[in-house]
């Protein structure tokens, strides 16, 4: 079956984010498939159906479930309840309390619950600004949050036209060489930059890639002075990207805005232009967030 014809939550991209499942069942805008019912044919894996099965019976107890209560209430064999058990209990999605024998939900699953819970929110409250940045820049515009590392599109609006960049919400972007990345890695600490560095690498993409931690630093740098991130075809050649961050109460980075095009679309010329505009939207964003003007000075004083 091609996959145009199945719709988003019924197959995975590479790439696929966890936070894309809430995404999609709460905005239905995302099926992209024209008669829905005909993904019922497409084949489930049953392994994973039963796992879910089980995230669900433990979700309806009040003080989780034994391995035998599992077995008995679910109807699967016991060694495959076992084996799921122990699958999910060594991912950190379940805990199992050792004095009881009783299963009960990890911190895992609970961190990537408030991921998608969060992500969603996000989407909700910047989408009509991220529409009129669309708008009025005739740009692909994105949105996206920091986890695990990468940078994770969580909203995208696409102006009408024959050029599609290549990006779907779900995506998972490497840091180091992307506007979206930067614009958020540029506010963290140094010693979770050092982090990031060691454990996710800094992987050439092509000859512009910053595969430097040296030279990467210096551009983080500029990011947080100008106030706004640049990927000059270091991502894909071709491609110009720009990056804000947007801020919340707090004053921390919790998602950043990028504007995306051909590098005929996005010149050097037409940088600062689209960067400014970038910026009004990224903050605009920022200040539904609950970022106070005080913040926003200090955020000011520091870059």
Excluded at 5 to 16: A, E, T, V
Aim: proline share 6%.
């Amino acid at each position: 079956m091609p996959r145009s014809s199945i719709s988003p939550i019924c197959w995975i991209r590479p790439g696929f984010s966890l936070a894309y499942l809430e995404v999609v069942r709460a905005d239905p805008v995302y099926w992209t498939d024209p008669e829905p019912m005909k993904a019922i044919r497409t084949q489930s894996v049953p392994a994973l159906d039963r796992a879910l099965d089980l995230l669900e019976l433990l979700a309806a107890s009040k003080s989780g479930m034994t391995l035998s209560e599992l077995v008995t209430r679910s109807r699967l064999p016991k060694s495959s309840v076992h084996c799921l058990l122990i699958t999910m209990e060594r991912r950190g999605f379940l805990h199992r309390n050792v004095k009881s024998g009783r299963y009960l939900f990890g911190l895992r699953l609970f961190s990537v619950a408030n991921m998608a819970i969060s992500g969603l929110n996000l989407r909700e409250q910047a989408q009509p600004f991220l529409k009129e940045l669309m708008t009025s820049a005739r740009l692909t515009v994105h949105m996206a949050i920091l986890e695990d590392n990468e940078a994770v599109v969580v909203s995208k609006c696409e102006p009408p036209g024959i050029y599609r960049l290549a990006t779907w919400i779900g995506k998972r972007m490497d840091v180091h060489c992307t506007s979206l990345g930067k614009a958020m890695i540029a506010y963290l600490p140094s010693e979770r930059l050092d982090r990031i560095f060691k454990e996710h690498g800094l992987p050439r993409h092509n000859e512009n890639t910053l595969c430097s931690s040296r030279r990467l630093r210096e551009d983080l740098a500029r990011t947080v002075r100008l106030g706004y991130a640049i990927d000059d075809e270091e991502d894909e050649l071709g491609l110009r990207c720009i990056g804000a961050p947007v801020f919340d109460h707090e004053n921390n980075v919790v998602a950043s805005i990028s504007v995306s095009g051909n590098t005929d679309q996005v010149q050097p010329s037409t940088i600062p232009e689209l960067a400014q505009r970038l910026k009004e939207t990224a903050a605009a964003v920022s200040h539904v967030l609950g970022q106070t003007p005080v913040a926003l000075a200090a955020a000011a004083r520091a870059s």
